[in-house]
């Protein structure tokens, strides 16, 4: 009996000891990978592109207030989508950033309706990484089909392609990312935009990481579908025929939360500060980040 005791009790002590030496590596390796402890960005999720690397899917929610000044005098939309990322290696990988379903509930102009949205896809790849320095570069191409549903403001044109450039640097808890980059329309009924995105966060309590973005998009040429001078932000092209050389920003503040090495969470309030709106009155965007073999697995 004392034997068994004895065993039982060096069980306990050597997986006391094995799960203590799985913290410490883990730890370990967080501190040998500064990138892997920064985060993604929450809003305008369609363009902004982390530069990191990764497998990983992310379902999201988006509810957009309809601005009151847009030609519809206002409504909501709201969406359902999933992107989809694949590390192919470790500095190539595929992106699928675009797709799901849209409900749209203008309170004029166009009727009450929901359909599937375009689909956006494409690559990115690292050009520079130093973990070190915690910084990373890379850059991309993404090419949007018209495949969605024309009812709700998709399915229109030849599609966009946007070739585009991201960054982040890490100070410690203290992050920095950005992107740049233009959706460049293959006909000449879409409006052809130009964006940048910069985000920021720090992270406190291990987990928690408070946020602030800015978000700014230029048309730079407008379409020649619709005969007004307001567009449709991130999600929308209504391709307008006066809306060249108009610009809107938006501040979008909250938070993500690492709920493990494996799942991020995240929700921001966005809002336009510009004296443009366009179709954006204000925004609520939530999703969930799924990374199943974890950063930087194939490293």
């Known amino acids: 009996m004392r034997h068994s005791t004895t065993a039982s009790r060096a069980r306990r002590l050597a997986a006391a000891a094995l799960g203590l030496g799985l913290v410490l ?43 009151d000044d847009f030609v519809t005098n206002g409504g909501n939309y709201s969406v359902i989508a999933a992107q989809a990322r694949i590390a192919i290696t470790d500095r190539i990988g595929f992106i699928a950033t675009k797709d ?3 409900f749209l509930r203008p309170d004029d102009v166009v009727p009450d ?10 690559f990115k790849g690292v ?8 910084f990373i570069l890379s850059g991309g191409l993404r090419y949007e089909a018209p495949w969605g549903n024309q009812d709700v403001l998709q399915g229109k044109g030849k599609g966009l392609l946007n070739p585009f450039l991201s960054v982040a640097k890490g100070f410690g808890d203290f992050h920095l990312q950005g992107y740049t980059g233009p959706n460049l329309a293959l006909a000449v009924d879409d409006t ?13 309590f291990e987990k ?21 001078d307001q567009e449709g932000w991130d999600l929308v092209n209504l391709g307008s025929t006066d809306a060249g050389g108009e610009s809107v920003a938006t501040l979008a503040f909250g938070a993500r939360y690492r709920v493990i090495d494996t799942v991020d969470v995240g929700a921001v309030a966005e809002f336009p ?4 709106h366009d179709i954006l009155g204000w925004r609520v965007t939530t999703d969930l980040i799924w990374r199943p073999m974890g950063w930087n697995a194939l490293l």
């Open 25 to 67: 590596h883990a730890a370990s390796a967080r501190a040998e990978r500064p990138l892997d402890d920064m985060i993604s960005p929450v809003s305008m999720p369609t363009v902004n592109e982390d530069p990191r690397v990764d497998t990983e899917l992310r379902p999201m929610y988006m509810y957009t207030k309809i601005s």
């Open 100 to 102: 799901g379903y849209i």
């Open 113 to 122: 309706d929901e359909g599937w949205a375009n689909l956006a896809f494409g």
């Open 127 to 134: 050009f520079y990484r130093d973990e070190d320095a915690a």
């Open 192 to 204: 052809t935009s130009y964006d940048v995105a910069l985000h920021v966060d720090y992270r406190v």
């Open 208 to 228: 928690l990481y408070p946020l602030l973005e800015f978000n700014w998009r230029y048309s730079i040429r407008g379409g020649g579908r619709l005969p007004i």
């Open 273 to 276: 500060v510009t004296g443009r």
